[in-house]
């Protein structure tokens, strides 16, 4: 059974920081592509990090430069780190393979809710 478990998020200033984690059952993180997606209020969820089984990484034009998606594959865990956040990041952020995780239906956690303030 597939479980993705999201944390980290919080309230914070524009321009300041927050790590979210991303613990991971059932599939194992470091043979699959992962990534970490957001979806503000009104609209669709969109992916902004992605790591390749093999570790390159891609990020949307929004994060990029401000956003680093990593793993532990010991730990079976991903991570985003986010620096430098803007209002417009205020989002509840999940995790899941890319593609999405799906048996008969797209499986997502509960996801963390960031919100930064201005």
């Known amino acids: 059974q597939v479980q993705l478990v999201e944390s980290g998020g919080g309230l914070v200033q524009a321009g300041g920081s927050l790590r979210l984690s991303c613990a991971a059952s059932?599939?194992?993180?470091?043979?699959?592509?992962m990534g970490w997606y957001r979806q503000a209020p009104g609209k669709q969820r969109e992916l902004v990090a992605r790591?390749?089984?093999?570790?390159?990484?891609n990020y949307a034009d929004s994060v990029k430069g401000r956003f680093t998606i990593s793993r532990d594959n010991a730990k079976n865990m991903v991570y985003l780190q986010m620096y430098s956040l803007k209002p417009e990041d205020t989002a509840v952020y999940y995790c899941?393979?890319?593609?999405?995780?799906?048996?008969?239906?797209?499986?997502w956690g509960q996801g963390t809710q960031v919100t930064v303030s201005s």
């Open positions: 899941n393979t890319d593609p999405p995780y799906a048996i008969a239906r797209p499986y």
């Open positions: 059932g599939i194992m993180v470091r043979i699959n592509a």
């Open positions: 790591i390749s089984s093999g570790g390159s990484t």
